[in-house]
């Protein structure tokens, strides 16, 4: 039955159309049980009914004209109870409803099967049989299996108008649901990208000769570096200064030791340099694919990006150009920064992905360059919309595909709308981020790709809120010297100077492990990490803090940020690292001065023991990521609980409320570091709050700054006040929505409002 039920999967899924799709499956199962009847009814939620759409032993003038009011009848039970029903004399149940349009009163046997996709009941999956008959457990377990299969086909009929063309009064059209990554409107055609070449498909082979190996090797790299440039080049005039510091990163993972040293000691070993790529590749991508932290774990992706384009040039493969439209929607199934920027910027109307997050370098890149993007849009099927039309809502992360003409006139109303915001936000460059009660709320960057090449700098910002130390560290072999890690944060110094710089020691170490420093832990969330291994090492927190300090004589804008703080004991113990560190250097004869020294909140513990901690620093810098998945025991990037995360549940709310209370005390000013305080809606609650200043990505600034220059510090704290009453992070966000269209700014969040 394994064998029956992997060719029906593979004949499913390359049925063109929902139609070919039920005709397999109904055909299908129904010969490999050996049942007399296999039908699927699916459910029209707008019209409330189950309705027959295909059959293989019951009338054929049945389908599509059979229809029971939904939840009548033993399909409706399979429906509601979402589970399946196995019974060897359906006449007898109670719930069961003679249809005589299908000719269905001789039989007894009933196995029904739920369609579920995301927790909704599409349909069900129903075999009969004219005598009783108990199915058995490999046969429920089989038909349950097919059922599931169904859901993506049933799900995109709905969204391409599909299901509404097979049914006589058609249904309203749906959207495939994904992240939002890059917000905005795009309306265009599908132009469907995919990798030039598949790494996984390498054999390993015996090299003939080791030194043409790794000749071809490096000089694949160096065209690789080239075409990186290339791009950079093409794109620099629609990216930020920070968002092109994305293709150093770029260049920095393609030069690093890790990859370089890892690909040629293999192919010393033996291997021919494709095998030897692929190894290495594989090593090095895993290393990011195990962290937690949501935007290392993105570069995983841009490992293997680059792993393919070496292999490229290896194979000196020359790829037929793709042909992009005006209006192109890029499509793919893990898109690439080199695919973006290979399209026209004038051609790009927007960008799908059906993997990613928004802290993938494709989302980072996308809200750079002000492209609405969607990514994880798992139900889209890539190979079969290529040339279509396709509508991108990247406030909602929503895609719809071939969309009826009420729908697209709407968007392209939305669109409308949303290019007027755009233009009305630009005006708001180099004004402060002023209430309208005078209150000045600095707004601070995000960030940690620093290059040589390229300033980081983005006109808009205050300073750096965040600058994170751990890809330099991550990207080589070996821990990075103390006079390589002065040199890095020089350059970021001196970029923003005098504004000020907050740089983050280094958080690596249980989820997120250094390739040369491997930790295999059974709860990583909940391990040895940030300031937990740099206290454990005390070596390698005293070179990093050693480079920082040295990396600030004669500027004189640096604050060092202490992460994942638990106990009053670990900032006690850091502290003492830092003057010892501080001291050493006047000895050595180096003009060091004692930085500002904050500690970030990001660990329940240290809610509670915001006050004590206040006493011993100077700021506070909250992490309402961490602080959020620790509190609600939710990990975000789990799609099974992804949903319970909200930055607006009550108790999040308290926790901020507690954490400024305690820095109160002490007279110290707190700064919140999160996605909180780059979401517009937050602004009402922060400002409210009392906190000092926010730290966000740059694609935030202006949405942000648009809402603080438009509300007074009174307002704020009135929409403080009812929203802590509410008990629910639902009531939170509603009430936020009202408060932003209150002001006009609802379209900051949402298209057209």
């Known amino acids: 039955m394994l064998e029956s039920l992997r060719r029906i999967v593979q004949e499913v899924n390359n049925a063109p159309d929902l139609e070919r799709a039920l005709t397999i499956i109904v055909q299908r199962v129904k010969q490999a049980v050996g049942a007399d009847v296999c039908s699927v009814y699916l459910n029209d939620f707008d019209n409330r009914r189950h309705v027959l759409h295909a059959t293989d032993g019951l009338r054929a003038k049945a389908v599509g004209r059979v229809r029971l009011e939904l939840g009548r009848g033993l399909i409706g039970l399979v429906s509601e109870r979402a589970e399946p029903i196995n019974l060897d004399d359906a006449v007898s149940h109670p719930r069961y409803q003679r249809i005589t349009d299908t000719g269905e009163e001789h039989y007894h046997g009933f196995l029904g099967a739920p369609i579920i996709q995301n927790r909704k009941v599409l349909g069900v999956l129903v075999l009969r049989q004219r005598e009783k008959r108990h199915f058995g457990d490999d046969e429920v377990t089989f038909v349950v299996t097919l059922a599931s299969q169904l859901a993506g086909a049933i799900t995109f009929a709905r969204t391409n108008g599909e299901l509404a063309r097979l049914q006589d009064d058609g249904i309203p059209q749906r959207f495939l649901p994904g992240l939002p990554a890059s917000p905005g409107i795009g309306i265009g055609t599908a132009v469907v990208v995919y990798p030039p070449a598949d790494l996984n498909a390498v054999p390993d082979r015996r090299a003939e000769n080791l030194d043409n190996e790794a000749k071809d090797f490096l000089g694949a790299v160096e065209h690789v570096a080239e075409d990186l440039d290339r791009f950079a080049v093409r794109t620099q005039a629609h990216l930020s200064a920070e968002d092109m510091a994305l293709f150093d990163a770029w260049r920095l993972m393609l030069e690093s030791d890790t990859l370089i040293d890892g690909t040629l000691s293999r192919i010393r070993a033996g291997n021919w340099a494709p095998g030897a790529l692929r190894e290495t590749i594989a090593e090095h991508a895993k290393v990011f694919d195990d962290m937690d932290d949501a935007y290392l774990r993105e570069r995983a992706s841009d490992v293997r990006d680059l792993g393919r384009c070496i292999l490229t040039h290896l194979q000196k493969l020359t790829a037929a150009p793709i042909q992009y439209v005006p209006n192109t929607i890029l499509v793919g199934d893990e898109l690439s920064a080199m695919q973006i920027a290979d399209v026209p910027r004038e051609m790009l109307a927007g960008i799908v992905s059906t993997t990613g997050s928004g802290s993938s370098h494709v989302g980072i890149l996308a809200r750079g360059m002000g492209v609405p993007a969607a990514m994880a849009v798992a139900d889209l099927p890539v190979g079969r919309v290529e040339g279509r039309e396709l509508v991108v809502d990247g406030y909602r992360g929503r895609v719809y595909v071939a969309p009826g003409p009420t729908v697209r006139a709407e968007y392209q109303r939305l669109a409308e709308d949303d290019a007027a915001l755009t233009s009305e936000l630009q005006a708001l460059r180099h004004l402060p981020a002023e209430t309208t009660d005078g209150y000045l709320v600095p707004l601070y960057l995000n960030t940690g790709l620093v290059s040589e090449a390229r300033p980081l700098g983005i006109e808009e910002s205050a300073g750096v809120g965040l600058y994170r130390t751990e890809l330099p560290f991550i990207v080589r072999d070996t821990f990075p010297g103390e006079a390589a890690q002065m040199s890095n944060y020089r350059q970021v110094l001196e970029l923003f100077a005098p504004r000020p710089v907050t740089i983050r020691t280094l958080d690596i170490g249980g989820d997120k492990p250094l390739p040369y420093f491997p930790m295999h832990e059974a709860n990583p969330f909940l391990g040895w990490r940030g300031i937990r291994i740099t206290l454990d090492q005390p070596e390698i927190f ?212």
């Open 542 to 753: 005293l070179t990093q803090v050693r480079a920082i300090l040295r990396a600030s004589i004669g500027l004189d804008n640096l604050q060092i940020l202490l992460p994942m703080i638990s106990t009053v004991g670990e900032v006690d113990e850091a502290l003492l690292l830092i003057h010892r560190a501080h001291d050493e250097l006047l000895e050595e004869g180096y003009q060091v001065r004692l930085p500002p020294i904050g500690v970030m909140i990001e660990v329940p513990a240290a809610v509670y023991q915001c006050e004590a901690l206040a006493r011993r620093v100077d700021f506070l810098s909250v992490g309402t990521n961490d602080l959020t998945q620790y509190l609600l025991a939710v990990d975000r990037n789990n799609a099974h609980v992804a949903k319970l995360y909200d930055e607006f549940h009550p108790a999040v709310l308290r926790a901020l409320l507690q954490i400024l209370a305690g820095a109160r005390v002490h007279g110290r000013e707190v700064s919140v570091c999160g996605e909180m305080a780059g979401d517009p809606l937050a602004t009402f609650l922060l400002l409210g709050m009392g906190v000092h200043s926010l730290s966000m990505g740059a694609g935030s600034l202006l949405r942000v700054k648009r809402v603080i220059r438009s509300i007074s510090r009174a307002r704020a704290r009135e929409v403080l006040k009812v929203a802590l009453q509410c008990e629910d992070a639902a009531s939170v966000r509603r009430l936020l929505l009202d408060a932003l269209e209150a002001v006009g700014l609802g379209g900051l969040v949402r298209p057209g409002k």
